[in-house]
């Protein structure tokens, strides 16, 4: 089972890398401009907490969105040690042509299904990322520590 879901996002991701070489950017890229458009990340430790990217990657991804003019970097200035990330209006005008190009892939894989599929798709993996992160019907065993 996690060798097919692996072997599904290397395609998904594969694919989305080669509609967005025109751009310039990568998967990695528009997921990141993605996250901070739907506001699910406000910092650079948000986002590697939200894409599974380590700090590193991340330096590098913001590096190059910033170089470009894609997202600008600002320190909090309730905490100066934060800093802050915000989508550049460059950005903000090209996530629409970058979506778009996922949505042709996520289509490209889920072609064939039908609604109540996707539906039921979408409720399992949603409840195995759940149960992966304690929040589930389900959470993970541990070891008994009483004695």
């Given at each position: 089972?996690g ?29 990141a401009l ?7 990340a ?9 894409l ?5 990657a991340?330096?590098r ?5 910033e170089a470009r ?9 309730a905490?100066r ?9 460059a ?10 190009a996922g ?6 894989h889920?072609g064939g299904?039908?609604p109540?599929?996707i ?7 949603s409840r195995?990322i759940?149960?992966?992160?304690g ?11 009483s004695?």
């Amino acid at each position: 089972m996690g060798q097919l879901m692996g072997r599904a996002r290397s395609s998904m991701i594969a694919r989305l890398d080669a509609q967005l070489l025109p751009f310039g950017l990568s998967s990695m890229h528009f997921m990141a401009l993605k996250n901070l458009q739907r506001g699910g990340a406000r910092t650079a430790a948000e986002l590697c907490r939200s894409l599974g990217y380590d700090t590193g990657a991340m330096t590098r991804i913001l590096d190059r969105l910033e170089a470009r003019g894609l997202l600008r970097r600002e320190r909090s200035r309730a905490d100066r040690r934060r800093v802050l990330l915000h989508l550049a209006p460059a950005g903000r005008r090209l996530l629409p042509r970058l979506s778009a190009a996922g949505e042709r892939i996520m289509d490209m894989h889920l072609g064939g299904f039908q609604p109540a599929e996707i539906a039921t798709l979408k409720n399992y993996l949603s409840r195995m990322i759940a149960n992966g992160t304690g929040r589930g019907d389900n959470p993970p065993d541990h070891p008994d520590t009483s004695s």
